[in-house]
């Protein structure tokens, strides 16, 4: 029987496949649960454009984006059962207030389209998708917080990591609608782009000295000389996405905000393996039987192989459309 999948540990090839997942739905879902910030913060003479704007942008593919969580959930179920059980159990509630958000968010967006701007129907429904919006990644981000310092979603490092999910996700959407809009809008999410961004580096330092002390795996991996180019990396990309932003570079801005999300997601991974959650789970721990996940490895190909095409497809057709402007 073969230990090893294409020269990779069955286990750790599977945890690759979930942090290009996990990745990919914190790029794509995350843009768009910051456009349902911006909208619920948007300000101004021009709200309403903006909220349009958004809807606009975010329309044709918001649906498409929970493909990568379900893919997630699936991977994490049959490959390391014992980790799903353990999380299923301790954020029951969160995760279930998680989904709820999404079911919500998803209805208050369809509702609020297809009422008129004027009413209080569209209001209200344009409030319970932005509150939705809110609620959902912070708790993600604090389950992410969680499984790092072995606490709750309630610890304060957790906290902190939900409010800094929320920065992220403004960050990301507001630098991709300054290249899906023009002339004045384009300055307003422009605006919103600094401000988050400005959050984002506030929360960050106000973390890494609390991570220390509430996640001692994660700082202890983070210390160390070999974590130092991808932990300066993330704060170059930083440093260089809000000056394409000041300089109205949107598009290199928009490379930039990806790459960084990717060093700090990957940052995280490295520094949390091999646990799923601390201090007891691990990938070796909770891994289902060799057949099972070599076989969950063998079909990933097919799935990924429809998956990634499609949405790519999905993006080219409904994104090459007139740029709103005002």
């Not at 794509?28 to 809807?55: E, M, N, T, Y």
């Not at 929970?66 to 353990?86: C, D, G, K, N, Q």
């Amino acid at each position: 029987m073969q230990n090893t999948w294409f020269g990779l540990q069955p286990e750790l090839a599977v945890g690759l496949v979930m942090l290009l997942v996990l990745t990919m739905y914190a790029i794509f879902a995350g843009a768009d649960f910051g456009g349902g910030i911006l909208d619920l913060v948007s300000f101004g003479p021009r709200r309403k454009q903006q909220q349009d704007a958004i809807s606009h942008a975010m329309g044709p593919v918001w649906e498409a984006n929970h493909v990568w969580l379900i893919f997630m959930v699936v991977i994490l179920f049959t490959a390391f059962p014992r980790a799903f059980e353990a999380l299923s159990i301790a954020f029951f509630v969160p995760f279930h207030l998680v989904l709820f958000g999404i079911v919500l968010r998803g209805a208050a967006f369809v509702f609020r389209a297809n009422a008129d701007v004027a009413s209080f129907q569209w209001t209200a429904w344009a409030r319970v998708f932005g509150m939705a919006s809110v609620i959902t990644p912070f708790l993600l981000g604090a389950a992410l917080g969680a499984v790092s310092t072995g606490g709750g979603v309630t610890h304060p490092v957790s906290l902190g990591i939900g409010a800094l999910t929320l920065a992220v996700c403004a960050y990301l959407a507001a630098v991709f609608l300054c290249n899906e809009t023009e002339g004045d809008l384009q300055e307003d999410f422009r605006f919103h782009a600094l401000g988050a961004g400005l959050t984002v580096a506030v929360l960050a330092a106000i973390l890494l000295p609390l991570i220390k002390n509430a996640a001692p795996l994660l700082w202890s991996h983070l210390a160390q000389p070999t974590s130092a180019p991808p932990m300066v990396a993330g704060a170059v990309l930083a440093i260089l996405s809000a000056w394409a932003v000041g300089a109205r570079r949107y598009g290199l801005a928009r490379i930039l905000a990806v790459a960084e999300v990717v060093i700090i997601l990957g940052g995280w991974a490295f520094g949390q393996w091999p646990y799923i959650i601390y201090p007891d789970y691990t990938v070796h721990n909770s891994a289902a039987p060799g057949p099972s996940i070599r076989f969950l490895l063998n079909t990933l190909p097919f799935g990924l192989g429809l998956l990634i095409p499609s949405l790519i497809l999905l993006f080219v057709v409904f994104k090459g459309r007139r740029r709103p402007t005002v």
